[in-house]
């Protein structure tokens, strides 16, 4: 990707065709160190870019995504540990907070200022190490996550087996 233009073969090197009219293809932009920078991109192939041998779209959002969101934890269920995706449309100090399912607070992940982006793997995703405020690991069963920015909140569930 260069300058938010994006392009790709549809023909091998006998200029054989390894796409047809019809299908689609699905983009995701990393940077240079792999973090994923971009929401997912679908693409339907063309009568043109099956006759081209050759397919260019032009990609918006690179880097920004349209709104914030707080992705499935993975892996779910897990034990011990945990990672926590999510993307940011606006810059702001962000929290994940734990609960159990009662909804009292089991540990909070304070991750300071985040800027605008994708947090989704590893390196960026928030982690979480199956253990309470106390330093203690927390039973099997069912918990909260809440993602908390200066304007979006989020929580979705996970799951810890022992």
């Known amino acids: 990707?260069?300058?938010n233009y994006f392009a790709a073969a549809t023909a091998d090197l006998s200029y054989r065709s390894v796409v047809q009219v019809g299908d689609t293809m699905q983009v995701i932009v990393t940077d240079s160190k792999g973090n994923i920078a971009s929401d997912e991109f679908t693409f339907e192939v063309t009568p043109a870019s099956v006759s081209e041998a050759f397919l260019s779209v032009t990609l918006d959002s690179i880097g920004t995504p349209k709104h914030s969101q707080l992705l499935q934890n993975y892996p779910n269920p897990f034990n011990p540990e945990t990672w926590i995706p999510y993307r940011l449309s606006e810059d702001s100090n962000v929290s994940i907070t734990i609960y159990d399912a009662t909804g009292s607070v089991v540990q909070t992940l304070s991750l300071g200022f985040q800027s605008v982006g994708f947090y989704q793997d590893?390196?960026?995703?928030?982690?979480?190490?199956?253990?309470?405020?106390?330093?203690?690991?927390?039973?099997?069963?069912?918990?909260?996550?809440?993602?908390?920015?200066?304007?979006?909140?989020?929580?979705?569930?996970?799951?810890?087996?022992?």
Request: aromatic share 14%.
């Open 122 to 162: 590893r390196g960026r995703a928030a982690y979480w190490d199956g253990k309470n405020a106390s330093g203690e690991k927390v039973a099997s069963g069912l918990y909260f996550y809440q993602l908390t920015t200066k304007s979006f909140n989020q929580t979705r569930r996970l799951i810890i087996l022992k």
């Open 1 to 3: 990707v260069q300058d």
